[in-house]
């Protein structure tokens, strides 16, 4: 039994004997040392937040930049695009002062409409044009109906004003006049001398 409270003893005073690791932790050295490095440790993630935002502002300022001239130049490729079609019409005013040949000017304009739709055909401007298509609210604007015995009801019979499509977009609706049935002539009235 005093071997028993020996070796309990011993062992009492191992659990409460300071290990190595806590006898160097309360070293004054190793603490300014480790305090060193902490606050070296420290400086370098300060370091890099600074540096993290400093790119995040510059990223920020550069998309807004980009932002702008995108919305400032926007339209720079479809006016280069129109600019032709600008120069053929004054050409074709100019010839029209001096010329009095009607077929020409009609050869002129027709080869700037086709610049003309060409160019919007480029940049994704469709023309909308439903002439014998059924009327559809999302795409015409119904300006009158008329009555039509051969046509089926809601079907395009003329457009006013053609509409426009810009990359699957409604730009401007056209213009239409819509069939509708014949109107049911009213039953003949009876005669009231007849009987």
């Known amino acids: 039994m005093a071997n028993d409270e020996h070796k309990e003893d011993a062992q009492a005073a191992e659990d409460t004997a300071p290990t190595q690791e806590q006898q160097t932790e309360f070293n004054p050295a190793t603490l300014l040392k480790q305090l060193e490095e902490s606050q070296n440790e420290a400086r370098e993630y300060w370091d890099k937040l600074v540096r993290s935002q ?14 702008e001239q995108a919305h400032k130049y926007a339209l720079e490729k479809f006016a280069g695009e129109l600019l032709p079609v600008r120069d053929s019409l004054e050409m074709g005013l100019d010839a029209a002062q001096g010329e009095a040949d009607v077929n020409k000017i009609r050869e002129g304009t027709e080869l700037t409409l086709k610049m003309l739709v060409q160019a919007m055909s480029k940049h994704g401007v469709q023309e909308l044009n439903p002439e014998g298509e059924r009327f559809d609210p999302e795409q015409h604007q119904a300006m009158s109906m008329q009555e039509n015995a051969e046509l089926e009801p809601n079907t395009v019979i003329t457009v006013m004003q053609k509409g426009y499509i810009l990359n699957d977009r409604l730009l401007r609706p056209a213009m239409v006049i819509v069939s509708r049935a014949p109107a049911s002539e009213p039953p003949a009235s009876q005669d009231p001398n007849a009987g």
Not at 54 to 67: H, S
């Open 54 to 67: 400093a790119e995040l502002e510059n990223l920020r300022k550069r998309m807004k930049r980009d932002v």
